[in-house]
């Protein structure tokens, strides 16, 4: 039991030398952080004529209107809205909800169908 015991204070004796010597700071920074910033140099690219400009934005019309077909083309640019019933449209379906979640607040009974 006292040869456990010895052991085991000469062990802790080694490392708590060791142990303070691993959390000193370093001599060359003394103790201050030292916050570096590098500067970078922005990329400038010079700007292109006005024909390239043109010309990629007319490929880049081509390419899209190529990926689409033209009754489709047509169906999102007209102003007429698509031919959908209305009693599915958003507004009518919220409108029935709230007055169903209204009457229900209440405890009247639920208002004949519409």
């Not at 691993?22 to 003394?30: D, F, K």
């Not at 006005?50 to 490929?59: G, I, L």
Request: cysteine-free; proline content about 10%; charged content about 25%.
């Amino acid at each position: 039991m006292k040869a456990t015991l010895a052991l085991g204070v000469a062990l802790l004796a080694t490392a708590l030398p060791l142990t303070a010597a691993a959390q000193s700071s370093s001599p060359g920074s003394a103790g201050d952080l030292e916050l570096q910033r590098k500067q970078r140099r922005s990329v400038v690219l010079p700007k292109p004529s006005p024909d390239q400009v043109r010309a990629d934005a007319d490929r880049a019309v081509s390419d899209f209107a190529a990926t689409r077909s033209p009754g489709r083309i047509v169906r999102d640019t007209s102003p007429v809205g698509p031919s959908a019933r209305p009693d599915l449209d958003y507004d009518v379906r919220s409108g029935i909800q709230r007055d169903r979640v209204n009457d229900a607040l209440r405890g009247a009974p639920p208002a004949a169908k519409r």
